[in-house]
């Protein structure tokens, strides 16, 4: 799987500063994002993603629009998901994708830095950091960077770099791609009609 290694995931206390973990607020990461930067097996075939977030009483819920796919495949498509709420802890999530695909499998959930600056309401951008093992071995690791503009400054983005580093994660970096572009139209919601939600996601 993409991401894995030996070793092990890090301590979380190691990668998410003690600040974060204290300060982070749930009720200002709602609203709308785009992600600009991933490291995710699941996304790898998406070059275009949006999602819609509101708290309720289990945790963030996130409704997603996805472009994915392959050549003439490439299509946009719904997906749910679930960051749920654990008990004593904060900026820390049980993600679970709803629909359609790969449900029931939890993965740990780490905001590792997040910033508010400009006219929005909440944090402009958020660092999200999974990783998961078997037997001492990392099975996965993976990174959302989620941004309230989809082509954010330069200074935004090495402030995203920085908090990436300041976890001690900074080789991963060069293998997190960026997503979005002008060919995502998201000045207009999609068309109904392309929407789908079926395995081709994995296309």
Wanted: proline fraction near 6%.
């Amino acid at each position: 799987m993409v991401g894995a290694g030996f070793g092990g995931c890090p301590p979380i206390e190691q990668v998410q500063k003690a600040e974060v973990a204290r300060t982070y607020n749930v009720s200002k990461a709602q609203g709308r994002f785009f992600e600009i930067f991933v490291k995710d097996v699941v996304e790898a075939p998406c070059t275009c993603f949006l999602k819609d977030r509101r708290v309720n009483d289990k945790g963030l819920q996130d409704s997603d629009q996805l472009y994915c796919g392959a050549g003439k495949y490439m299509s946009w498509y719904n997906v749910t998901e679930d960051n749920f709420f654990i008990p004593g802890q904060n900026a820390r999530f049980n993600l679970v994708f709803q629909r359609p695909i790969i449900r029931r499998v939890v993965f740990p959930n780490v905001v590792l830095g997040f910033a508010e600056a400009g006219a929005h309401t909440g944090y402009t951008w958020l660092v999200e950091y999974q990783c998961m093992e078997r037997l001492k071995v990392q099975t996965y690791m993976g990174f959302n960077i989620y941004h309230r503009h989809w082509d954010p400054p330069e200074a935004g983005v090495l402030a995203i770099r920085g908090v990436i580093e300041e976890a001690g994660l900074g080789e991963h970096w060069t293998s997190i791609k960026p997503m979005g572009g002008p060919h995502c139209n998201y000045t207009s919601s999609p068309p109904a009609a392309t929407f789908q939600s079926g395995p081709a996601l994995l296309v």
